[in-house]
């Protein structure tokens, strides 16, 4: 997996940031970012994808795009623990809102793989499309995804 440079995490906030500029932008920006060194059994541990997943946290904050209190961080979690702060997020969510998703983590046709277990893209997709938001960008920085 490619790792997230300062200049890729910057350059991921200035996106976020223009699109939350534009003038008909109404609500709050909410951000949830997952990061996960440990993929399926026989996978060598990811160096960067908790590294990444800080560092994007901290880049969307200090660029002004979301607010500490709205940058959800979840790191080294399982599939049942991800599902957990999609219902988070959907409680806090309201439609004029704009919620950022950032995922780092090993990745297969199959989906996430997250501390031993497999979280499909039908259900990523699925967890995606429950957000009550006007607009959700999700980025996924994963092996074969």
């Not at 969307?60 to 957990?84: D, T």
């Amino acid at each position: 997996m490619k790792r997230v440079g300062p200049s890729s995490a910057f350059l991921i906030a200035l996106l976020v940031g223009v699109c939350l500029g534009a003038p008909a932008r109404a609500g709050e920006a909410l951000a949830l970012i997952v990061g996960n060194d440990e993929g399926l059994a026989g996978e060598a541990e990811l160096q960067y994808a908790e590294r990444d997943a800080r560092k994007v946290k901290r880049a969307l904050v200090e660029a002004g795009s979301v607010s500490k209190g709205n940058a959800a961080l979840v790191l080294g979690a399982s599939a049942g623990r991800i599902r957990s702060a999609f219902d988070a997020l959907r409680k806090t969510s309201r439609p004029d809102d704009t919620v950022i998703l950032f995922f780092s983590s090993h990745g297969s046709s199959r989906g996430l793989h997250l501390s031993g277990e497999v979280f499909g893209w039908q259900q990523l997709r699925s967890e995606i499309e429950s957000v009550n938001a006007r607009v959700v960008v999700a980025f996924v920085d994963a092996c074969q995804s």
